[in-house]
């Protein structure tokens, strides 16, 4: 039987919005405010309350799990559920199987206010394909319809079943490459492959140089697709490992910056989603630099006070180009007002890092407790009883692009 409410009044019947069922009585809201989008009237349907309306599971082929779903009976009537497993159409993932979903015991009459535990079980067969899958277990016929959209159960819980096995095809090297290299030189990345599996893994590289990098007026805004040349096997037999070299050459009159790109390994793994291909693609990101030809220059003031001034240097030991890249080293100069040259000498040196217990360690670190992050070197450098007056300071940098300073003086009293 189907009763149909129409509400007249202050608003305008614009639309309809149907409820139907097979079994219970429904009244439907045919009407919207002025302006307004057409909603159903909640009191038109059975008051049954279903618990956490979203359930989740991961399986692999042949296994099966089983979900408990409680829903209470709000009327003060008896009211019939019957659970079935529904599946309205998707934008994106495949439905369940109907076949895998089993409901035991679901069908049955819930007095008022009774509830009940309905068990769901999952069984994913054998020869499923690995992918995620969508259904909607829908506990009365009772749907709502909304203009333009099908029919839509009322009483249900969505149900996701991602179907996966273990990977076969691992990276075992870092994935997000940051260094930074002088125009004109070269650097070299390997990225480690192994395969588990039983069938060997095309190779088949490509770069996405679509990554815009920083811009600035008057600069490049891509990277040149040339400046990358990839030497990869052409595939990678059951259980064997490849390396895959990246290498990254930017010419002598490549302008200074940030620059960024994408490598897909063309890598393929039957135990993998074939929608989700970001695990075997490398982000790498590399800063280009130029050498300084004049040392950095900064002045400073000396007072009548003054016993003697400090001049820290602290370079930041980012990842550099060579793999037999030396540290860093200054080249000081202090002028002094009267325009005389003093080359310092370096009084002392400190190392200094972070250690992070929560942060993820990068994949080449082999320790299973501590994530470095970093280091820095400090170069101290004293100048003793000096004129007062305004003094400078020249500072020419080897083997560091990023540094800062800082100048004590110690005033006596």
Do not use: C
Request: aromatic letters at 6%.
């Amino acid at each position: 039987m189907l009763i149909t409410l129409v509400v007249v009044g202050a608003v305008a019947a614009t639309g309809v919005v149907a409820a139907t069922t097979g079994s219970t009585a429904t009244a439907t809201e045919t009407a919207t405010a002025d302006g307004g989008a057409t909603a159903p009237d909640p009191g038109n349907y059975t008051r049954l309350y279903v618990d956490e309306g979203y359930r989740n599971l991961e399986l692999k082929p042949g296994e099966s799990d089983t979900v408990t779903v409680s829903v209470e009976n709000g009327e003060d009537e008896a009211v019939d559920i019957d659970p079935q497993l529904a599946t309205p159409p998707t934008r994106s993932q495949p439905p369940v199987d109907p076949d895998w979903v089993s409901i035991p015991d679901g069908e049955t009459t819930l007095d008022a206010g009774e509830s009940t535990d309905v068990e769901i079980t999952v069984d994913v067969p054998d020869d499923a394909e690995i992918g995620d899958y969508r259904g909607t277990i829908a506990f009365t016929d009772e749907t709502v319809q909304y203009p333009g959209r099908p029919p839509q159960p009322i009483h249900s819980v969505s149900l996701s079943v991602t179907v996966w096995q273990e990977p076969t095809v691992q990276l075992n090297s870092e994935t997000h490459i940051y260094t930074h290299l002088q125009a004109g030189e070269t650097i070299t990345r390997e990225v480690s492959v192994s395969n588990t599996g039983d069938e060997a893994v095309p190779v088949n590289p490509t770069v996405n140089t679509e990554n815009r990098r920083h811009r600035r007026p008057g600069g490049r805004t891509t990277l040149d697709r040339s400046w990358v040349t990839i030497e990869d096997p052409n595939e990678i037999a059951p259980g064997e490992t490849e390396t895959i070299e990246l290498t990254v050459e930017p010419p002598a009159d490549a302008e200074r910056g940030d620059y960024s790109a994408t490598v897909d390994l063309g890598l393929t793994d039957p135990a993998r989603n074939a929608d989700n291909t970001y695990w075997q693609e490398v982000d790498l990101n590399f800063q280009v630099w130029t050498a300084p030809e004049e040392p950095f220059e900064t002045s400073f003031s000396v007072s009548e006070t003054t016993s003697n001034a400090t001049l820290e240097l602290t370079a930041n030991q980012r990842r550099r180009a060579g793999e037999g890249s030396q540290d860093a080293s200054f080249d000081v100069t202090f002028v002094a007002p009267d325009g005389r040259e003093i080359d310092a000498e370096r009084a002392s040196l400190t190392d200094s890092g972070s250690v992070n217990l929560g942060a993820q360690r990068p994949r080449e670190t082999t320790d299973g407790t501590y994530a470095a992050r970093g280091g820095q070197q400090t170069f101290t450098y004293k100048l003793d009883a000096p004129t007062a007056g305004e003094w400078s300071v020249r500072i020419m940098p080897e083997d560091t692009i990023d540094f800062s300073y800082e100048i004590t003086r110690d005033e006596a009293r």
